[in-house]
């Protein structure tokens, strides 16, 4: 067994205990585009399949009990999400890799609004320096890494490089002196004490879909 | 409020409750790759920082005990996730979209591999007909798709257009038959009947980094 922690311990984990304020708060943004004003925890429990205990004990970790008989108010307890998820002020990320998912990612909607904003795309390939994405976001040379970072407060790293140079790069993104990376390759990355790498796994999608047709395939739904 | 379901009401939940057969072959392939032969639940639990109650729940629905004092076969178990999950055998998709994202995805580690196969993208652009993927993955005609489909026996459809184009392509997705459809556009989808749609919700990652990020300027950890 390997005495270093890798990212497949702890982050395969991530995926079951994280994102429930994300998910309470795309359902709260769902609510607030339809109009609504109050909201309860039992009717956010049956509108989107979630457990009304858990939720209530969710907010009332940062002091939301909401109001007996009426519930939540919407906009306040979107925004009281906004602000625990610290996405109530911008926090700037440069992405690794400008082959086809760092420029897929540069212009994917959600990572450039509300609270996050991409500087750059950083590769090696000199042909690619000097390129932009789709949506204006300039691929610069992977060398100027540590300049990019301390000149935008870069605060997020995004790996969007192959597996085998995944570990450099996630080594010199912590060097930069980044605290928070978000890795796309396949790969099992050593990690950092004080770092949080978070890995994206989009197979597990792939397979939640699989599931469904067995089923189908078995009689069962 | 819409009398339509749409992805948000019922997707935003999968991200909480399915997926758990997924870190658990994940987990037992580490194992495995590790020689490790026997696992307990608790072990599990405690390597992975997942709950060994929860463990021996999701596994005896399919009649998995493990041995008293032994715990569980890690071999065997592994496959008798992957028969669960329904990727003992190769399931064929599609992506629609052969732009950047569509493009990394038909070369997506994990895309075209143990169960999964990529047989084509499809684009309506004739500049990018007649293409491959790095891998080698043929861009062909949109209008091509219930051919693709029925000559493939594609059984997942992929969506990996613009969030104005996804409707479409989903309604013409589940006209050519398909039942499992994973959608990368971020938008609102109104679903069908039998029809399970996955959508993938990129965002909530950063969200996850930007939480770390904010409890380590609170002082909390």
């Known amino acids: ?10 982050d395969v984990v991530s995926e079951l205990t994280t994102g429930r304020l994300s998910v309470y708060l795309r359902c709260l943004t769902f609510l607030e585009l ?14 989107f ?4 205990a858990q939720i209530r004990k969710d907010l ?4 939301e009990f909401g109001t007996r008989g009426v519930g939540y108010d919407v906009s306040q307890l979107k925004q009281q999400l906004v602000q625990e998820l610290g996405i109530d002020r911008t926090r700037n990320a440069v992405i690794i890799g400008a082959g086809n998912l760092g420029m897929a990612l540069a212009d994917y909607a959600g990572f450039n609004a509300n609270g996050f904003h991409i500087v750059a795309l950083l590769d ?19 060398e100027q890494l540590d300049d990019v970072v301390r000149r935008n407060r870069v605060e997020i790293g995004i790996i969007a490089v192959t597996a ?4 450099i790069v996630h080594d010199a993104l912590v060097a930069a002196g ?6 796309f390759a396949p790969v099992q990355l050593r990690l950092h004490e004080g770092v949080k790498v978070k890995s994206v796994d989009l197979r597990i999608n792939l397979e939640s879909l699989s599931f469904h047709l067995k089923k189908v395939e078995d009689g069962m739904t």
Chains 1, 2 share one sequence.
């Open 178 to 183: 980044l605290r928070a990376i978000l890795n």
């Open 60 to 63: 009332a970790c940062f002091g």
């Open 124 to 142: 090696i390939d000199p042909v690619k320096v000097g390129r932009t994405s789709r949506q204006g976001i300039p691929v610069l040379a992977y």
């Open 49 to 52: 399949h979630l457990n009304s």
């Open 1 to 10: 067994m390997s005495p270093v922690p890798t990212s497949s311990d702890r």
């Open 34 to 47: 339809q109009g609504q004003k109050t909201v309860s925890s039992a009717e956010l429990a049956d509108r």
């Open 164 to 167: 085998t140079a995944a570990q």
